[in-house]
């Protein structure tokens, strides 16, 4: 291990022991009604609501779980209330059930689309966003989670190959200048933006609210494929389309997230396909005109 590799690793442990926090009462009673696993750190309980009832193929690749179909939402103190927000994975037969029942409950949905192309079955992303308790959230929440997976006749599983190989994730880490976690077959590198320092309801907005960037990474060191995620300002849009086309990665969708920000944030979703290394060195082009770059203060989190 190189000594780059082993200041990663390090920082990333540390960085674990230091966030880790024991969960107040009212986030686990809020796993338990949901009956789902989550974790709380930097004061924010993060639900995991994981597609794994999905096969989904993406330009002909058969792509794990953690590559980009894990959905999920988080919630945080704010002045005298609960702020919640989240990113729902669903199919199209599902969007707007689902979007329904958010509405009817009281929730917001602040934003839907895509990830990805040729992407089988479609997949899209919709955002949540709420006030209040978090018993009075999780019962809102509750009943647009209970139609999600359920047609399981809407989503067969799709034709697709997976990417035979190992892949060095230390390596990849040190070209993008941060440290990742191995989750299985992927490997994944989130950026908190902190620099922006974006609030609501007086809680802080932080990358494990949904203010982050991240790329996931699948297959081999020789071919591999990879999606992510940049947070940016209005100014940094154009510089970092610039970095990943000019890398050859394509990207896939410009939008926000959340609504009503200060300073108003612009995600981009990417996607590409070539040796790992090169992927990561696109990825680094593309943080490097932004306020993420290494160097400055920001902190990895896992979504």
Do not use: C
């Amino acid at each position: 291990m190189t000594m780059l590799s082993l200041a990663l690793t390090l920082l990333m442990l540390t960085a674990g022991a230091l966030h880790a926090q024991e969960m107040p009462a009212e986030y686990k009673a809020v796993l338990d009604a949901l009956g789902k696993t989550g974790d709380y750190k930097d004061g924010v309980l993060k639900v995991n609501i994981p597609r794994s009832d999905l096969k989904v193929s993406v330009a002909g690749v058969a792509t794990p779980t953690p590559f980009g179909f894990g959905g999920w939402v988080a919630l945080t103190p704010g002045s005298g209330m609960h702020v919640m927000m989240g990113d729902l994975v669903l199919t199209e037969s599902e969007v707007n059930p689902v979007m329904s029942v958010l509405l009817e409950r009281g929730l917001d949905v602040t934003a839907l689309h895509n990830h990805f192309f040729h992407d089988s079955p479609r997949i899209y992303y919709m955002h949540v966003h709420g006030h209040g308790t978090p018993a009075a959230l999780a019962a809102q929440l509750k009943p647009a989670l209970q139609l999600i997976g359920v047609n399981k006749e809407a989503t067969p599983a799709a034709a697709g190959s997976p990417i035979e190989g190992t892949m060095a994730g230390a390596k990849l880490s040190g070209v993008v200048g941060y440290p990742g976690e191995q989750n299985g077959a992927v490997y994944k590198i989130t950026i908190g933006r902190p620099d922006l320092r974006v609030k609501e309801m007086g809680a802080a907005i932080n990358a494990r609210m949904g203010l982050n960037t991240w790329a996931a990474f699948y297959g081999s060191d020789a071919d591999a494929v990879v999606a992510g995620d940049v947070a940016m300002t209005d100014a940094e849009v154009t510089p970092v389309l610039k970095a990943l086309r000019g890398h050859g990665i394509e990207v896939v969708a410009i939008h926000h997230h959340m609504t009503g920000t200060q300073p108003p944030v612009i995600f981009l979703h990417y996607w590409g396909r070539g040796p790992a290394e090169a992927l990561a060195r696109g990825v680094r082009s593309a943080i490097d005109v932004t306020g993420a770059r290494p160097g400055t203060p920001s902190t990895a989190h896992k979504p």
